[in-house]
């Protein structure tokens, strides 16, 4: 079966710009999160989502980030006024409800800012 | 806080020794362990995790790990490791009652021929 899908897989973009990334989690998981990977810094938490709506944002590390996901599917992560440290592997993981349930991944999108 | 440690950034290994990856975790709380693998440019494919009951582990490709709650560890390891098995390795935990997984900094494994 698909997994979990992300778009686009690379984007590059100039300092200052907004970009969008998109995941489209494994059909039936009805849990999302976003996760930022860089050098340095590891594998970060950035959101989760349960259904629509994000009971833990606390990961985000600015105003600038923000994320909605719509019909308990589809994810869209916002960076707005992108700086050179938002630079990154942005990962999208989806598992089911529940505390403890395997996490699956998406391949990411690789955000690098001029 | 609940923190995962990776003490070795990077273990070389021959094709067909064993290797053992160590994760060490700090958490008051009960914690569920988990441990992903990442090949180049791809995302992270769990290898195997525990939740309760036996202390080891088996996972897939032949890795196995045991939780040792008096040492907090969670160690991974593999008999006769292949070529194949070159990646990075991430150890990450799962507070009871939490939903985000935090992860240690990975190990990259390199086996040689």
């Known amino acids: 079966g698909a997994g979990v899908s992300q778009s686009p897989s690379n984007k590059v973009t100039e300092k200052g710009k907004d970009v969008e990334l998109r995941c489209d989690p494994i059909?039936?998981?009805?849990?999302l999160y976003w996760y930022r990977q860089s050098l340095g810094q590891g594998l970060e938490f950035l959101i989760y989502?349960?259904?629509?709506?994000?009971?833990?944002k606390s990961g985000l590390p600015s105003d600038r980030f923000s994320a909605e996901r719509t019909g308990g599917s589809v994810s869209t992560l916002t960076i707005q006024r992108t700086q050179q440290e938002d630079s990154a592997v942005y990962l999208c993981?989806?598992?089911?409800?529940?505390?403890?349930?395997?996490?699956?991944f998406g391949d990411g999108t690789r955000l690098s800012i001029l | 806080a609940q923190s995962v440690t990776q003490l070795d950034s990077q273990v070389p290994v021959f094709e067909e020794a064993p290797v053992e990856l160590r994760c060490n975790y700090s958490?008051?709380?009960?914690?569920?362990l988990f441990w992903y693998v990442q090949y180049p440019n791809q995302g992270l494919q769990l290898l195997l995790k525990y939740l309760s009951g036996s202390t080891l582990v088996k996972g897939i490709n032949g890795f196995e790990a045991e939780f040792n709650k008096s040492q907090t560890s969670f160690h991974l390891r593999k008999p006769s490791v292949h070529i194949s098995d070159t990646a990075e390795y991430f150890c990450?935990?799962?507070?009871?009652?939490?939903?985000?997984?935090?992860f240690g900094t990975g190990t990259r494994l390199q086996v040689f021929p």
């Open positions: 989502f349960q259904g629509n709506s994000a009971p833990d």
């Open positions: 993981a989806s598992s089911f409800e529940g505390v403890g349930q395997p996490q699956h």
């Open positions: 059909s039936g998981h009805t849990a």
């Open positions: 990450a935990v799962n507070v009871y009652n939490t939903d985000k997984l935090i």
């Open positions: 958490s008051s709380v009960s914690v569920y």
